[in-house]
């Protein structure tokens, strides 16, 4: 029975239309960082681009059931073969903004050994996943550091306990504490972005915003991985429905992203909704893009996708904080190359770890 319940795993372990959307929205929160790194105030194209995190932690909470429901992994196990796949891009981008720090502290402030140590210091912090742990010190060396912190901390904990309770005993005390955390996250700050900041409770104490932002989204992404099964009994027609209201959603979530000019807060809300519908068809099967990508490779945009997502800020950095040129497509052409570039540069060094052992 295990071994059925494995070879299921293995062959649904791979969905064409989420991979497809991985690439979308990873291109719309680079974008967005484009203008939020120019200092662009009101509204600009992709404003609202930060959202698109909230879709990354989703597909994790459903990947996270999956595992659960189909592998005797314990949450070390889990939690280190999914810091494995992503340690290599992300200490090299790390490192990358290491470099690019400490050369940009050198010739502003000359040979500053004690700024010199603080960066170091923050780099070893941020290294070690521990971002979320407020220093006093020095400014984050890589932003995209507390999205790696957040998915792996609290994916650590979910899976845990789900482990050791059931998660099915587990995922409405979950959804539960989620809109309790929304609640403060809207009296608070009022929507999803300032993922560094804190969520004051009482005097001053309180949760990381990000910690609060990633357990929200990861527990609706074990509420999708279990409507999921209650869509796969859909008649012809309801599948039809199904697949109109992902258009829908999908629509809706890239036009929110793109030209969205409202200042609204409740806008963020809105957007969670939506893409908790879009990750629940299309992990179903229940879109219109089912039969376009059966047949198509697309393996290789996931690699690409994620890598967009680390690399993208040694581009901005260089190009916009120190060059000064502001020329959006440049930007995005150099963001895209050197993320193939460092994908073929990780490939060629684990291939050859591989061949030596």
Not at 99 to 125: D, E, H, M, P
Not at 323 to 328: P, S
Request: proline share 1%; hydrophobic share 50%.
């Amino acid at each position: 029975m295990k071994d059925q319940r494995l070879t299921k795993n293995r062959e649904l372990s791979y969905c064409n239309e989420i991979t497809v959307l991985k690439l979308i929205i990873s291109l719309i929160i680079v974008l967005f960082h484009y203008y939020y790194s120019i200092g662009a105030n009101g509204w600009y194209p992709f404003c609202k681009g930060y959202l698109g995190v909230e879709f990354f932690f989703m597909v994790s909470g459903y990947l996270m059931m999956r595992k659960l429901e189909y592998s005797d992994l314990d949450a070390f196990s889990y939690t280190y073969n999914k810091a494995k796949k992503i340690y290599p891009h992300f200490f090299l981008a790390l490192t990358m903004m290491l470099i690019y720090r400490l050369l940009k502290s050198i010739y502003s402030s000359g040979f500053n050994l004690k700024g010199i140590v603080a960066i170091i210091i923050r780099y070893i912090w941020e290294a070690a996943f521990l971002v979320e742990i407020r220093l006093p010190f020095c400014e984050r060396i890589l932003s995209q550091a507390w999205y790696i912190s957040v998915m792996l901390i609290v994916g650590f904990f979910m899976f845990s306990l789900m482990r050791r309770f059931g998660k099915r005993n587990l995922i409405c005390i979950f959804m539960v504490l989620s809109v309790i955390s929304m609640i403060l996250i809207f009296l608070t700050h009022g929507g999803f972005g300032l993922n560094h900041e804190f969520i004051n409770i009482y005097h001053g104490y309180g949760l990381h915003l990000g910690l609060v932002r990633g357990f929200c989204d990861m527990s609706i992404g074990c509420l999708a991985y279990e409507v999921v099964d209650k869509l796969n009994n859909l008649d012809q027609r309801g599948a039809f429905i199904m697949k109109f209201i992902h258009l829908v959603m999908l629509l809706s979530v890239i036009t929110v992203f793109v030209v969205w000019k409202g200042s609204c807060q409740y806008i963020d809300y809105v957007v969670v909704v939506c893409l908790f519908i879009l990750v629940t068809l299309t992990f179903s099967r229940k879109s219109f893009f089912s039969n376009m990508y059966s047949n198509v490779k697309v393996k290789e945009l996931e690699d690409i996708s994620f890598a967009v997502y680390m690399y993208y800020q040694i581009i901005a950095a260089i190009m916009l904080k120190t060059l000064h040129i502001y020329n959006i497509w440049l930007y995005f052409v150099l963001t895209l190359f050197l993320s193939i570039f460092m994908i073929r540069i990780v490939r060629l060094i684990s291939n050859k770890m591989c061949k030596n052992i």
